[in-house]
Structures are given as structure tokens and as C-alpha cells.
């Protein structure tokens, strides 16, 4: 699938047009909405998603989905409320769930590869059982009281002046993205993700190790759950095992809003925390409306990832239309 | 995926498989009775096989496993179609959330039984519709396109019933899922569910249907050139999910007498896939078998029947069905089959 390079940006650049209009469009409908406080407050209330989001660009560049991650972030909040009702240090609790997500993700990746299964059936069989795994550590909601906690909200924040302050989990989500950025752009694993994305076969033939990478891209898919489920914990303050159902359509909805095909081989990490901040946007309306079912969110959510999606196919169809001008297509 | 002589004779055998499943169970069930037997009295030999007569109506975890089982083989009769021509939904479980919700909802609202049970089962058909539209006309992967509703549709339920949980008393729905005819000992959902086979069975083994569909299952170009209307035929499959959807739906509403938009139909994505892929329709598609779908759906039910009867709560009950489900999927994938055939030909 060829894309051409002034299209490849285009899904990006619409993201970025939406947002702009959706702040406009808040600022000139309700008080107090276009403030940079606002803005701010996002970056915080959906850090957990970015994180994700970051994990589920990397998959979906590769052309895999992970449908595991609401249940991820559920299984990682309830592990770390439980160990730390028993007694454990939190940052140590924290590295068990890192490690215990990372493992689970690259043992999916691993039966993925191995036994050539469709990559959403391995997810969802994943999704089902990691959040029945959730109910095995604890039924009940645990609720966190460790000084750590209070010391976290109290010091790591950034000031930045006139009432914006940047939470932790906001900071988290930033160094993630730029991490995520710089693993993209500028490392071989991430040139192997968008390898395999674009075309596996062509991949293989090129000698890149197709299984290794996929796996790895599994395994960063559950450590960064994990790490969105940590940030969620601390927000929360608890640890539910009926937490985060269905965020994996949110996560995979601000991926493919902020450019990234679901084909794979095309997109970035930085477009995703545009389509984060996207249907921040879209939550924070439905806020300040006031008035509306609150069922509207999920509405709106799986309507402008198809939206979005049909963008896509357009643009694909349009580059494959342009690359066979120039070079057409031989008949078998 | 290459054609092997393997495949041609896990082909006629694979309904074989849930019946095997389903043997198992039963005799692990049997032999966990047997060892508590000198326990509590409730537990004694044999006590999951037996079938007491309550108010002349024969009860017992055998007959539940048939009565709740039939949810899970009408789902399987939508399911099969659709992957044997390589799609899937993963929205059934959202449709059965908005068919209860739509038929509930009309029914409080003063609407005839008749006109309630149409608008439910004719909304699953809408739903159904948007499905094959996303897949067939605009091209979209199955699972993402059904993910959307999947997700979507729990917000669509919500708002039929404003957020609540909607009870409703109505003789017809309730029938649906609760009844029994005068001149049948059988619940009403297991003779809707043995209609359904029988009905699917016939137009799709009797009519040349069950040929183009698994040849648009096989190679959807290949079909397509050769004149088979292969977006035609896919689309009336999700279609057709849809509707057996509603029905399950409407079951699992009347079951409660009332329709929860949150709850209902959770999971049941997974269940209905699962017990396709164990009745030896393949994954990748091509391939279907309806005998083996219904058994499938009959399995799923018998083990999470065993699961109550071991004490295994609802919440941790997907934990071991997620891994017997891959469990399934890894003995039909192509590495398996390749090691099971060379350990029973020797080169």
C-alpha cells in the first residue's frame, strides 16, 4: 500500500484542524472553556489514555490491535491496591505490576506469532481473562491510604504560573510520548515497527526479525498499560476491579484519530496525544453541556473513529490511485 | 493458508470435538460429586446428572445446561455464517443489550407484545445492517467495524432505557425466555434454538448458500470474478448475526424480566465466537459447520454450568473460558496441526 507524502500528513493535520475548531467552538459557547488551566486539566484527566495510547500505537503501526489494555490498567490498579493493603512499599508493588503487564503482554505476542493467530482473537481471549484475573485478587474495590501517595500529589508537579500546574501524571505522559517519539523515529525496533507494518512479507524477505519485533511490540504495549494503569491508580486513589471497561475503544479511537493507520506502516506517536487531547475535548463538551445522557460519550467516541477510519480508506484508495498513474499496475 | 488432506478430514469429524469437551466435563463433574459425596448432603454421586421432576417440569443441571444453552447456540447460528465467510461481530453482545432495552422499553410504554418483540428483533436487523454496510460498502476490517457497535452500542442501549435498569411485565416476552408449551416438557428458548439449527441448517446445506459462502470464506476475490455475489453474501450475514442477536436478547431480557443495557449480553461476543471455532468452523474461514457451532454453544454453557456447580464465581468465570479458548484456537492453528501430523506419520 503506497501513501503518498503530502497525504501521509493529512490525517494528522485534520486531527490537529478539529481540535483547534472544537476549542474554538467551546471557547465561544460556554465561559471559562478556551483557558490554558483547561487545557492543562486534560493533559491530567486522560494522561492514563495517552500512556496507552502510546503502547497501542506501536501495535497498531506493526498491523496487530491490542483489545487487552482497559483490562490491563483494571488488573494493574487492583494488584497494587491489594499489595499495598498488604503492606508493600508502593514503588515496589509499582515494579511487580510493570514487570507482571510486560510479561502478559509478550506472551500474547508470543501466541500471536508462534501459532499465526489473528491478533484480536489472542487480545480479546486476553481482555476477558486478565479482567477475570482482576476479580481473582480482589472482588471488592480496594481504596489506597499510603503516605507515598500523598507525598507524589503534594511534590511532583510543575508550576508553570497564573493557576496552570502540571500534575505528575501529566509529566508521566509527556516524558512517555517523547520517549515513545524518539523509540520511532530514531531506533532500529522502530524502524522494524513501521517495516512490518507497511508490508511483513517484504519485511521478512529484508531480514527483519518479524517475531522478535512483534513480540517486543506486545510486551511495550503492556508495560505501558501497565504504566497508564499506575497513573490511574494514583489518580484514583483505588484500585477496582470494574475499572476501565472498554478503554481499549478510546485508546485504539485517539490512535487512529491522530493519524495512524490501522492497515499499519503509517502514523506517529506524537499524533496520538492529539487524538487523546481530542476526545478530551469531546468529554469536556459533553461536561459543560451539562444536560446530556452521559451515554453520548461512548456514542461520540465510536462515531468519530469511524469518521476517521473512512478518512483513512479515502486517502489510501486516493494514494494507491496516484502511485498507479505512475507506474501501473501489471496484470499477472 | 495452504489446503492440507488434514484439514478435509478434521472436516467431517470436528463436531466430534464439543461432544468429546462436553464428555469431560461431565465426568469431571461426576467424579468431584463422587468425592464429596460423604460431604454436605446436596453433593451425592452423580448429582450433576441427576434430573428431578419439579411441578412437572423436569429440572437438574443437564436440563439447564440445554435451557441456558440455547442463548448460546442461536448466537453460534449467527456467528457461523459470518466467520465461515471470514468476518466476525463482535457486537452481538451490544445488540442483545439493544434489542432487551428496545423491547422493554416499548412494552412499558403501553406498545402490543407482537409490536414490541417486531421493533426489537427489527432494530438487531438495523444493527445488522450498519455491520454489513461498514464491511461490505465501505471496506472496513470486521472487527473494527463491529468493535465501533461493540462499544457504541452499550451508549445506544442506555439511552433507549435513559440509564435505568427497565422491568416490565409482559405474558409474551416472558414466554420468550421462560415459557413452555402445553404439549412439550421443553423450555421455549431450546425449541427456538432447535427451529433455528434446523432452519439454518436447511437453507444453508439444502440451498447452494452454504457453497458460495464458504467459497467467499476461501478467496472473497477469487468468488467475486468466478460471479458470486460475495458482497451480497457477506453482508446478509451480518445481517443475519444481527437478528439471531435480537432473538438471544429478547431471551435474556424475559429471563429477568427486565432489560439491562449494562450488563446484558457481556461476554457473549467471546462465547459465541468460541463456540463456532470449537465446532470446526475456521478462524480464518472457508470452512463452516453448523452441527459443530450448535454443539459448541451447548459446550460453552455445560462449562460455565460446571463452574456454578464448583463454586466459581460469575466474575472469575471468563479466566478459565479465555483459556480454554485459546486453548481451541491453538489446536486448530497451522503449527499445531503440522506437529500433530508428524507425530502420527513418522517420517
Not at chain 1, 81 to 88: K, P, T
Not at chain 2, 171 to 193: D, F, K, M, Q, S
Not at chain 2, 306 to 321: E, F, K
Request: hydrophobic residues 55%; contains cysteine.
Amino acid at each position: 500500500m503506497r501513501v503518498p507524502f503530502s497525504s501521509r500528513h493529512l490525517p494528522m493535520l485534520t486531527a490537529g484542524a478539529i481540535l483547534v475548531a472544537l476549542l474554538v467552538f467551546g471557547g465561544l459557547r460556554y465561559d471559562h472553556f478556551a483557558s490554558l488551566a483547561n487545557v492543562f486539566n486534560l493533559l491530567g484527566d486522560y494522561s492514563y489514555v495517552g500512556i496507552a495510547g502510546v503502547g497501542a500505537t506501536f501495535v497498531v503501526l506493526s498491523g496487530g490491535i491490542d483489545l487487552s489494555v482497559g483490562s490491563m490498567i483494571a488488573f494493574t490498579a487492583v494488584l497494587m491496591a491489594d499489595l499495598v493493603a498488604r503492606g508493600w512499599h508502593p514503588l515496589s508493588a509499582a515494579l511487580v505490576c510493570l514487570v507482571a503487564c510486560t510479561f502478559m503482554g509478550a506472551a500474547m505476542g508470543w501466541l500471536i506469532c508462534f501459532f499465526a493467530l489473528p491478533a484480536f482473537m489472542v487480545t480479546l481471549a486476553g481482555m476477558f481473562a486478565i479482567r477475570a484475573a482482576c476479580f481473582l485478587v480482589r472482588e471488592q474495590s480496594v481504596g489506597i491510604d499510603h503516605p507515598f501517595f500523598a507525598w507524589t500529589a503534594r511534590h511532583l508537579e510543575l508550576d508553570l504560573g497564573g493557576g496552570a500546574v502540571l500534575p505528575m501524571r501529566s509529566l508521566l505522559l509527556l516524558a512517555t510520548v517523547a520517549a515513545g517519539v524518539v523509540v520511532a523515529r530514531s531506533t532500529g525496533f522502530g524502524r522494524n515497527v513501521y517495516a512490518i507494518g507497511g508490508h511483513e512479507r517484504s519485511a521478512r524477505m529484508m531480514g527483519v526479525p518479524v517475531v522478535a519485533t512483534r513480540i517486543r511490540v506486545h510486551a511495550l504495549a503492556g508495560l505501558c498499560s501497565s504504566l497508564a494503569g499506575l497513573v490511574f491508580t494514583m489518580y484514583k486513589q483505588s484500585g477496582d476491579p470494574t475499572s476501565a471497561v472498554g478503554l481499549e475503544l478510546s485508546v485504539i479511537a485517539s490512535v487512529v484519530i491522530g493519524g495512524t493507520l490501522l492497515s499499519g506502516g503509517v502514523g506517529s506517536v506524537q499524533g496520538t496525544l492529539l487524538g487523546v487531547l481530542i476526545l478530551g475535548v469531546i468529554r469536556l463538551l459533553i461536561d459543560f453541556q451539562g444536560n446530556v445522557n452521559a451515554a453520548w460519550t461512548s456514542i461520540s467516541i465510536g462515531l468519530l473513529l469511524l469518521v476517521f477510519i473512512c478518512l483513512q480508506r479515502l486517502i489510501v484508495s486516493i494514494g494507491n490511485r496516484a502511485s498507479q498513474q505512475v507506474l501501473p499496475a501489471r496484470k499477472p | 493458508m495452504t489446503a492440507s488432506p488434514a484439514r478435509l478430514t478434521t472436516h467431517t469429524n470436528a463436531a466430534l470435538w464439543p461432544v468429546v469437551g462436553m464428555a469431560l466435563l461431565v465426568i469431571t463433574n461426576v467424579l468431584f460429586d463422587t468425592l464429596r459425596a460423604g460431604g454436605p448432603g446436596l453433593f451425592g454421586a452423580g448429582a450433576f446428572l441427576h434430573v428431578s421432576v419439579r411441578d412437572g417440569v423436569p429440572a437438574g443441571a443437564t436440563i439447564d445446561v440445554l435451557n441456558y444453552g440455547a442463548t448460546f447456540v442461536i448466537l453460534a447460528m449467527g456467528m457461523a455464517p459470518v466467520i465461515a465467510a471470514r468476518g466476525v461481530d463482535l457486537s452481538v453482545g451490544s445488540i442483545m443489550a439493544i434489542s432487551g432495552a428496545v423491547a422493554a422499553t416499548m412494552s412499558v410504554n403501553g406498545h402490543a407484545s407482537a409490536v414490541s418483540i417486531a421493533a426489537a428483533l427489527g432494530v438487531a436487523a438495523l444493527c445488522g445492517l450498519w455491520n454489513a454496510i461498514l464491511v461490505s460498502v465501505l471496506g472496513l476490517q470486521p472487527f473494527v467495524a463491529t468493535l465501533v457497535l461493540m462499544v457504541a452500542g452499550r451508549g445506544v442501549a442506555q439511552m433507549i432505557t435513559q440509564s435505568h435498569i427497565v422491568t416490565f411485565h409482559d405474558a409474551a416476552i416472558e414466554y420468550i425466555g421462560l415459557g413452555r408449551p402445553t404439549w412439550l416438557p421443553l423450555p421455549v428458548p431450546l425449541l427456538l434454538a432447535i427451529t433455528l439449527f434446523a432452519g439454518t441448517a436447511l437453507v444453508i446445506r439444502r440451498t447452494a448458500l452454504g457453497l458460495l459462502l464458504e467459497a467467499v470464506g476461501g478467496n472473497p476475490e477469487a468468488s467475486r470474478l468466478a460471479g458470486v455475489r460475495s458482497r451480497l453474501i457477506i453482508a446478509g450475514t451480518y445481517v443475519f448475526s444481527g437478528v439471531c442477536a435480537g432473538l438471544a436478547g429478547l431471551i435474556a431480557a424475559a429471563n429477568i424480566k427486565a432489560a439491562d443495557p449494562f450488563h446484558a449480553g457481556q461476554n457473549q461476543e467471546l462465547a459465541a465466537i468460541f463456540a463456532v471455532v470449537v465446532g470446526g468452523t475456521s478462524l480464518a474461514g472457508g470452512r463452516m459447520n453448523l452441527l459443530g457451532a450448535a454443539l459448541g454453544g451447548l459446550l460453552m454453557q455445560c462449562l460455565i454450568t460446571t463452574m456454578y456447580a464448583r463454586n466459581i464465581g460469575s466474575d472469575v468465570a471468563p479466566l478459565p473460558q479465555a483459556l480454554v479458548i485459546l486453548g481451541v484456537c491453538i489446536a486448530g492453528s497451522p503449527r499445531a496441526r503440522q506437529w500433530l501430523r508428524a507425530r502420527r506419520m513418522p517420517a
